[in-house]
């Protein structure tokens, strides 16, 4: 009685603070220092997953969690104190109202002091609203590099935590949208600059609810812009729902589940490391077609257990076990999956010839809107050079200038092909 009768007296509800944010306590709260761990989950929403909820609680150590949200209000606070049989010092849940709660001291000291943080679901497009290069973002990323907490999201919470991330103002992109035009207006924020700073997840894109609401495609296709907008391989992670990924403080990617009952997958994606792996066809207003030897994608499928399933090292993508490769690929808008025996990457031979030693070479920037700049740090001598857009059709052709005007050009991927005495070096740009 004497524990039941502590929680009812230390349970606190306020929405106060000029309503900006509402405030919920459960627990005792002082600050309390613990020994506790890092670690990232990503939960895929319709429901949490008992079992990796108590891999992040015990993470605290004894310590205090701390719950963010834009919608709902506390329902995680009883969860997280006392059904789940984790012993924490406290759970407080902050719901922001507006922009100003990000820059009230108390919310900031408040997540500052957490030993796990939990970002609930709702619409990303909030937190990318009211969080993004303000006090919380900072103090977010100060948790995750600094002092080591663990940090997890759900939903929307979960979606925000990559490196890229995608913060509709809509209702969000579907598939069929996304792969008929992968340019849709419904497209219209994947962010790949500085947001959550997580560096397991570096040129990570989560999603989720992911069989449920059928988002294969549509998440192929954010790999696929990322991909010719940053010229580097991309990868992605995926949940469906009652289904969570929980990645320790050594990079290990862990499952949990209750498949075979059901079917908790877990997918773990990376676009193929080919010598030419971006689209055959991306262009505005015309379906999305990325063959590549019929691995465009590599997806690695996981099935989450009570216990946990180890399935990869994120550290370097290394290691798969307890999971199964498949191929993704897109071919005229129709997304294509077939099983595969290869594992990572095969290689598949382009017929561009190019001269990767030419490194003096680039673009200034990626993607463009008016002009392709061109850096040629090396003075090396240029014959000619042409612009490809994503149906193989030469768009420009001519002697090479700095800037190159492409605003008449639709959206779309583009090959900037520059011919020199030997070869050719082929640079992919996005015009937007």
């Known amino acids: 009685m004497r524990y039941v ?21 459960t627990g005792d709260d002082a600050d309390v220092q613990s020994n506790h761990l890092s670690g990232i989950v990503l939960a895929g929403g319709g429901g949490d997953n008992d079992d990796a909820m108590q891999w992040m609680l015990e993470r605290a150590d004894g310590g205090d969690v701390v719950v963010i ?9 009883n969860y997280f104190f006392s059904d789940l ?4 010092n406290s759970v407080e849940t902050i719901l922001f109202h507006n922009v100003d709660a990000a820059n009230d001291p108390f919310v900031i000291q408040t997540i500052e002091n957490a030993e796990v943080l939990f970002i609930a679901g709702g619409d990303q497009f909030d937190y990318y609203s009211y ?13 995750i590099n600094e002092k080591g907490a663990t940090v997890g999201g759900t939903s929307a919470g ?3 935590l990559g490196k890229a991330y995608y913060t509709p103002t809509s209702s969000g992109v579907i598939s069929a949208e996304a792969l008929s035009d992968p340019f849709h207006p419904f497209m219209d924020i994947i962010g790949h600059d500085d947001f959550v700073e997580t560096p397991i997840l570096t040129n990570v894109i989560t999603d989720t609810h992911y069989d449920q609401r059928d988002r294969k495609g ?14 580097e391989q991309y990868f992605g992670i995926a949940c469906n729902e009652y289904t969570a990924v929980c990645i320790n403080e050594m990079g290990q990617a862990i499952v949990f589940g209750e498949y075979p009952q059901y079917d908790d997958f877990a997918y773990f994606i990376q676009t193929n490391c080919q010598a030419a792996p971006l689209p055959e066809q991306m262009m505005q207003g015309e379906a999305l077609h990325w063959v590549r030897g019929q691995s465009a994608v590599k997806a690695y499928k996981v099935g989450g257990a009570t216990y946990g399933t180890l399935a990869i090292d994120l550290n370097d993508w290394s290691n798969p076990s307890n999971g199964i490769w498949e191929n993704w690929y897109v071919e005229d808008g129709t997304l294509q999956i077939i099983s595969d025996t290869n594992g990572d990457c095969a290689d598949v031979l382009t017929s561009v010839e190019t001269l990767p030693a030419i490194s003096g070479i680039s673009l200034s920037q990626n993607p463009v809107n008016e002009f392709v700049t061109i850096n040629n740090q090396q003075n090396v001598v240029i ?8 149906q193989a059709k030469s768009v420009w052709s001519g002697k090479l200038e700095r800037n ?10 583009y090959y900037l092909s520059i011919y020199v005495k030997g070869g050719a070096i082929q640079l992919p740009f996005v015009k937007s």
């Not at 969080?131 to 948790?143: Q, S, V, Y």
């Not at 549509?218 to 010229?231: Q, S």
Request: without cysteine; glycine residues 6%; charged residues 15%.
């Open 5 to 25: 009768f502590f929680f009812l007296l230390t349970t606190l509800s306020t929405t106060t603070f000029a309503q900006s944010y509402s405030y919920w306590l």
């Open 69 to 77: 949200r834009a919608s709902g209000s506390d329902g995680y606070n």
């Open 85 to 88: 049989s984790v012993n924490v």
């Open 131 to 143: 969080w993004k290069d303000t006090p919380i973002e900072e103090a977010i990323n100060d948790l």
């Open 158 to 160: 979960m979606a925000i």
């Open 218 to 231: 549509r998440h192929l296709t954010f790999l696929a812009r990322l991909a010719a907008e940053t010229g």
């Open 383 to 390: 014959d000619s050079a042409t612009i490809i857009n994503g």
């Open 404 to 413: 190159i005007d492409v605003s008449h050009l639709p959206k779309g991927l």
